[in-house]
């Protein structure tokens, strides 16, 4: 999966570097040497990641401006780059990481690895996956209820069930996913649900290897989406 980001700078010596570890990456890389066309890109299209020269004449009026009038998602990392003497803190930024120049490639790639590892944990947090397989639905005082997955997330689940579940105790929720040697087990909270069976739950307690299994079944569907 290839991710996205743009640079805010004109010193090209180092724009070079930081292309070649994007690249790396897999994030696709646009310039531009202007603040105020920078900003104007942002609040037309998404990057997933901005990189800002701090030596840039104008660049503290748009770190004001992504932080005052909120044109940046706080989903986007903003990592910030400059001399020494030009360098402000992160607290005045809003930047999430900061290297000095000249740009130290091992410092770089560590860097830019994590905000990339950032970006992939916030999609994947919410990324759905539809699914369609049995879901066995248990609770106190009611008979064991079979289902049908329609999406799944880290966080819960959609299924569809024959009649509405009259209940504010939590599920047990057990399904098996493709190709798994056994099923994933989960608590969840009914989050909401309609007259034609569609249910919305929440987990509340699942065990940490079954958790660890959803999290890698959702990112296998994630990348070879």
Not at 8 to 21: A, N, P
Not at 98 to 120: C, D, G, H, M, Y
Not at 137 to 164: D, F, I
């Amino acid at each position: 999966m290839t991710l996205s980001s743009m640079v805010v700078s004109r010193d090209w010596q180092e724009v070079s570097v930081l292309e070649c570890i994007l690249g790396g990456l897999h994030m696709d890389v646009s310039v531009e040497n202007e603040p105020q066309r920078a900003l104007a890109r942002l609040t037309k299209s998404k990057v997933d990641a901005l990189i800002v020269d701090c030596d840039l004449q104008g660049s503290a009026e748009l770190l004001r401006d992504l932080q005052c009038t909120r044109k940046r998602t706080a989903s986007v990392p903003l990592v910030t780059i400059g001399s020494p003497y030009h360098q402000p803190s992160l607290n005045d930024t809003g930047a999430l990481f900061a290297f000095e120049k000249p740009i130290s490639v091992e410092q770089a790639v560590r860097t830019l690895s994590a905000a990339r590892n950032l970006i992939l944990d916030g999609r994947l947090r919410y990324h759905r996956a539809g699914l369609d397989v049995p879901v066995t639905l248990e609770t106190k005082g009611l008979p064991k209820r079979k289902a049908y997955l329609v999406n799944l997330s880290q966080g819960g689940m959609q299924v569809h069930t024959s009649a509405p579940i009259e209940t504010d105790e939590p599920l047990s929720v057990s399904f098996t996913l493709p190709h798994a040697r056994s099923a994933t087990r989960a608590q969840a909270e009914i989050a909401w649900q309609d007259q034609r069976g569609s249910l919305g739950l929440h987990f509340v307690k699942i065990a940490l290897s079954h958790q660890r299994k959803l999290q890698l079944w959702l990112a296998q569907q994630y990348f070879t989406d």
